[in-house]
């Protein structure tokens, strides 16, 4: 009986909160919330269409509860506008999850710290020192090396003996792409042999990546309702493990690259040298390192694989448009060469396609959660402190105010109008904006540029036999990122010469 009384006495305490705060505060309108829960259970599993779709009734602003924490999504450019840069440093500071807090060591990282002197220096590390034009001109072989090791691996499986009844699947093919590219970039390893075989440091890297997505996906109600952890001792331990797994796979090539820079007297290009050369000069910690090496890859890795496919599937579900980038491409680049990262500046379509794909298709739809270090007014709105703010640039992507014909894949709209991608402006937004803008946009841009112009400069891309473009399932599967719910299938048809399909390997 003592417990239901306990029980009783928390759910009383947190509704009483609940009530203070709406009538101190006038906060935006939505979903009425239950009480303790909040509307955890009323929020559909696409978070940002669900969102979407509560804007619709509630309007551009809206309050939504999980567990005891305010969430305020924003759902226009306008709004985007306000909390990105009019109100971002009050709104520059991050939640964090119990996964991204074991994983960033409190925010020791970039992507999950908050606002303040150690954000400032290690932003100023990457955009100063890691992700410099110089630095990623002199990273393009390997980008390019990796992206015409794709290309010959697709054109290799175009000789399967049921390719045209089933196709090929191009998210094996891509996630390779970045895969190998992200860990070449970040530490000077392809973990991947030319027979395609992975080496035991590669297995153990994928095993890591691939525990931390679970555990990062598998949380339980206690996420969002703090007092009931102590029921979860077990995550406790399981966060503690992969972190101590996580952390002695880096060090171990950590040691290699500082082994490696004392024989040869000097440093390469790759990230992880980068960071060790400037330990010292910037005072990073070990934590810090590693954090900032392993935002690279989990912001680096999905976000790629998941753009490109998704403008892949457009291609294919609008052959007009692949017709017009192949007939492009064939007037720049020609059919006797293949294509170079400097060759992007003359193929305008091209980029159309990128930007238009990732307008439709946001990798992170609803951005990370910046919390409000002040209380502040959104909209003329009260938001308190500590309370969560999203864009949800998926839906100020397809807003029918700011968007003509928002849902029609349009390339032509970015020729007719030219609109930035990098933050500046609010109506298109794949990589956020403000303080917290994604500093290897142009990284990401040139990545999924390439892999575009590649597969669409070598192969003509049709469904599966007895499957119709208008076919192809363009739904979303849950979570932070948006993967394509099925796997894209597609028929591969090679329309250059046999010799441009082979790599040659660069070693970097």
């Known amino acids: 009986m003592s417990w239901f009384f306990v029980v009783a006495s928390i759910i009383a305490a947190v509704a009483s909160y609940k009530l203070i705060q709406r009538l101190r505060f006038k906060l935006p309108p939505g979903p009425r919330p239950w009480p303790v829960v909040g509307n955890l259970y009323d929020i559909k599993p696409i978070r940002f269409r669900c969102y979407a779709e509560w804007a619709q009734s509630y309007g551009p602003i809206i309050s939504v509860w999980i567990g005891s924490t305010l969430n305020v999504i924003v759902s ?76 010959e691996s697709v054109f290799n499986g175009c000789n399967l003996t049921d390719h045209k009844a089933k196709g090929l699947q191009l998210r094996k093919y891509i996630g390779a792409v970045a895969f190998n590219n992200i860990t070449r970039l970040a530490f000077g390893k392809r973990f991947v042999n030319a027979e395609g075989i992975m080496d035991e440091q590669g ?83 070990e934590d810090t390192i590693i954090g900032l090496l392993w935002d690279m890859i989990t912001a680096g890795m999905d976000t790629t694989s998941i753009s490109s496919e998704w403008a892949m599937a457009e291609m294919i579900r609008n052959p007009r448009v692949q017709q017009k980038v192949q007939e492009e491409l064939d007037r720049v680049v020609g059919r006797d060469r293949i294509l170079t990262e400097p060759d992007f500046s003359t193929l305008p379509y091209l980029q159309c396609v990128v930007k238009e794909s990732m307008r439709l298709h946001p990798p992170t739809p609803l951005m990370l959660p910046h919390r409000a270090n002040a209380d502040v007014t959104i909209g003329g709105y009260h938001i308190p402190k500590g309370s969560n703010v999203l864009v949800n640039v998926w839906a100020v992507a397809r807003d029918p105010t700011v968007w003509k014909d928002p849902l029609e894949f349009r390339p032509e709209r970015f020729l007719e109008e030219d609109v930035d991608m990098k933050g500046h402006d609010f109506r298109l937004l794949p990589f956020g904006a403000g303080r917290r803008v994604c500093p290897g946009a142009q990284l990401g841009i040139n990545l999924v540029t390439s892999m575009l112009g590649h597969l669409l400069h070598h192969f003509v891309w049709t469904p599966p036999e007895g499957k119709k473009p208008e076919d192809i399932d363009m739904s979303e599967s849950p979570g932070l990122v948006t993967y394509m719910r099925t796997p894209l299938q597609a028929v591969v048809t090679p329309r250059l010469p046999a010799d441009l399909y082979k790599r040659i390997a660069v070693d970097m």
Not at 77 to 106: G, M, N, T, Y
Not at 115 to 135: D, I, S
Request: charge should be positive; charged fraction near 35%.
């Open 76 to 151: 226009s450019a306008e709004l985007a506008r306000e909390v990105l840069k009019e109100k971002d440093q009050q709104l520059a500071d991050r939640h964090r999850s119990r996964s991204a807090a074991k994983f960033s060591r409190d925010g020791k990282d970039l992507i999950w710290a908050d606002y303040g002197p150690h954000y400032v220096k290690v932003r100023k590390v990457c955009t100063l020192e890691l992700f410099t034009p110089k630095r990623l001109e002199a990273l393009r072989p390997i980008r390019e090396d990796e992206v015409t090791a794709m290309v």
């Open 203 to 285: 297995l153990e890297f994928k095993a890591v990546v691939a525990n931390g997505l679970k555990l990062g996906g598998s949380l339980s109600i206690a996420e969002h309702i703090p007092w009931l952890r102590w029921m979860f001792p077990l995550e406790e331990e399981a966060f503690a493990k992969h972190g101590s797994r996580r952390d002695r796979l880096t060090r171990k090539i950590m040691e290699e690259h500082t082994l490696a820079r004392q024989k040869s007297g000097g440093a390469k290009q790759h990230f992880v040298d980068a960071l060790l050369t400037l330990k010292d000069q910037y005072d990073l910690s």
